[in-house]
């Protein structure tokens, strides 16, 4: 009799494998490799260099908004003097023969002219009595309310109203303050910054223009705070400007409440160190009547803020309501001008930071302009141009899924965004 020794269970001979079973075991093989196929495909988008955003031409036609002003230089009085003018005398005779230092109190009434400001550390202040102030009018006809080109420049205390270009304009000026003006159907701008340093504006206002109502062009060290802006296309714009703060301003009932933009033809190209926080941006429904031809007409009516191929900006502890089209967005110039081949400055968004601000009731009725882009209405939306913009943004509703936050590694960010372009350009 053959004596052999017991064998171990694992010896036994397995049974054969159920068809069910083995159909598991085959999809668990599959989607193994399909798990690590994406993982090496994430890793090599991750990894692979995002090409530089650089300029692909020259300008078409650099746009020139300067007006006729020429800065006088003279000595501050030790002695400032204060000038009084009363309704029907001209008001631009008395700014002409004041001096360095002193300040010209206006009188409540109409004056139906422009003013040049070419006298450094000239203070223009609006006399209040029973409610008036003085009204700058340009009954329909007159290009721009005040023209000032000399440093050290305060206004304060005065409406300006039916102009047909511009309400004030502070064109290459050291040093500025507007305090209390307001800029009510003055043409394409109310009040306008323009390649000028360290100004701020202060418990203004501007409505009823056809472009922007406050606008920071080409300029550096510019606060704006505490003013209002309603009815315009775009409330609050800020283009190709560095080291601007916009805080603590309402946006309301325009086109767009803040636009924030690097836009081609420029005489600067880049922008960089913008904060807009503590705004409360709310109902920016109104139809967009700009002129035809001009790139505030491509915007998108029902936008909170806009960040138009702008760079290094950060928003936070904004309140964003009630905007039809969407709260935040961020996309890129070719978005709005695809029928130009080159231009002359990077067209990305890139290095912008969004986080903390709160939203509400946004991206309902979105514009056709956002349908026709493939982009739906929501708190937040991102036409995936420019690779490296973060979110962290809670329960905001957001287009696309997800957006890239801090909380990613840099390369898995980096494969996020290409996968979404590829996502984007399937659709």
């Excluded at 994430?42 to 955003?53: E, I």
């Excluded at 109190?105 to 008036?132: C, F, K, M, N």
Aim: charged fraction near 20%.
């Amino acid at each position: 009799m053959d004596y052999r020794e017991p064998r171990t269970p694992a010896e036994l001979p397995k049974p054969p494998l159920k068809r069910k079973d083995r159909v598991r075991r085959v999809a668990r093989g599959f989607f193994g490799a399909g798990l690590a196929l994406l993982l090496l495909i994430l890793l090599y988008l991750g990894f692979f260099p995002v090409p530089a955003d650089r300029p692909t031409g020259e300008s078409q036609e650099v746009q020139n908004r300067r007006a006729p002003c020429e800065r006088k230089v003279g000595t501050r009085r030790l002695d400032p003097v204060t000038h009084v003018v009363e309704p029907g005398h001209n008001l631009q005779i008395v700014i002409d023969q004041a001096e360095p230092g002193d300040t010209v109190v206006i009188s409540p009434g109409v004056y139906g002219e422009t003013l040049r400001i070419e006298t450094d550390a000239l203070t223009l202040r609006g006399q209040l009595e029973a409610g008036q102030r003085p009204v700058l009018n340009g009954m329909g006809r007159l290009q721009r309310g005040l023209v000032a080109c000399a440093d050290g420049f305060t206004l304060e205390g005065i409406e300006l109203r039916d102009f047909t270009e511009t309400g004030v304009l502070i064109q290459g000026v050291d040093r500025a303050t507007l305090r209390d003006v307001f800029a009510n159907q003055t043409g394409n701008y109310g009040l306008m910054v323009l390649s000028s340093q360290q100004v701020t504006i202060d418990g203004s206002a501007a409505s009823g223009a056809s472009a922007s109502g406050i606008v920071v062009s080409q300029s550096r060290d510019v606060t704006v705070k505490g003013s209002e802006a309603f009815a315009n296309v775009a409330g609050l714009e800020v283009h190709n400007s560095a080291n601007v703060l916009l805080e603590q301003n309402h946006l309301h009932d325009n086109s767009v409440g803040i636009l924030v933009a690097v836009l081609p033809d420029q005489e600067v190209k880049e922008s960089g160190g913008l904060v807009v926080r503590d705004n409360r941006v709310s109902d920016n429904d109104l139809e967009n009547f700009a002129e035809e031809g001009q790139l505030a007409a491509a915007l998108p009516a029902g936008t909170g803020i806009l960040l138009l191929g702008a760079d290094h900006t950060e928003v936070t502890g904004n309140e964003v309501v009630g905007n039809r089209s969407s709260g935040v967005a961020v996309m890129g110039l070719r978005q709005f001008l695809p029928d130009r081949p080159d231009f002359d400055v990077g067209t990305e968004p890139q290095d912008n930071w969004i986080h903390a601000n709160t939203y509400q009731d946004n991206g309902d009725d979105p514009a056709a302009a956002l349908g026709l882009a493939g982009l739906p209405g929501a708190d937040l939306i991102w036409d995936t141009a420019g690779a490296d913009n973060l979110w962290s943004e809670g329960s905001a509703t957001r287009f696309p899924q997800p957006l890239p936050g801090p909380e990613l590694p840099e390369f898995v960010r980096r494969g996020l965004w290409r996968v979404l372009v590829i996502l984007r350009q399937l659709r």
